[in-house]
């Protein structure tokens, strides 16, 4: 039902920045709350950042807040990650999820149904 594809990865040394994209095939994007997380190697997926149905409200974990910024285009049917500041602790695969919501302002860092098959994130000093 819902195809998320990630894109924008790299390699960036440590202080530069990135822009990740989701692109989200799906009827009615704006439906959808939106989240980002990350899994570094050997450790679990963490939540990133998430936005709500509107683009209003948001969240984000403590260790991205003030660097990193998540924003969407609905018209476009996409979500945005900007990463600024980088670090090598930023190093990991990045994932787009999508939840289906009634409520326009949740913002949630679980619980999310569709996935994306990520995009690799290469910090380096």
């Known amino acids: 039902q819902v195809r998320l594809v990630e894109s924008g990865g790299g390699l960036v040394q440590d202080g530069d920045s990135l822009r990740l994209s989701c692109a989200v095939s799906?009827?009615?994007?704006?439906?959808?709350?939106m989240g980002w997380f990350r899994q570094a190697p050997g450790k679990e997926r963490e939540f990133v950042a998430a936005?709500?149905?509107?683009?209003?409200?948001?969240d984000y974990a403590d260790s991205v807040k003030g660097r990193f910024t998540i924003s969407r285009d609905n018209a476009k049917n996409t979500v945005y990650l900007q990463m600024n500041s980088l670090k090598l602790e930023d190093t990991a695969v990045y994932y787009c999820?999508?939840?289906?919501?009634?409520?326009?302002?949740?913002?949630?860092?679980?619980?999310?149904?569709?996935w994306g098959q990520g995009t690799q994130v290469t910090v380096s000093s």
């Open positions: 799906v009827r009615t994007f704006s439906l959808y709350g």
């Open positions: 936005i709500s149905r509107s683009g209003i409200s948001t």
């Open positions: 999820a999508a939840e289906y919501v009634r409520d326009t302002t949740a913002v949630r860092r679980s619980g999310y149904d569709y």
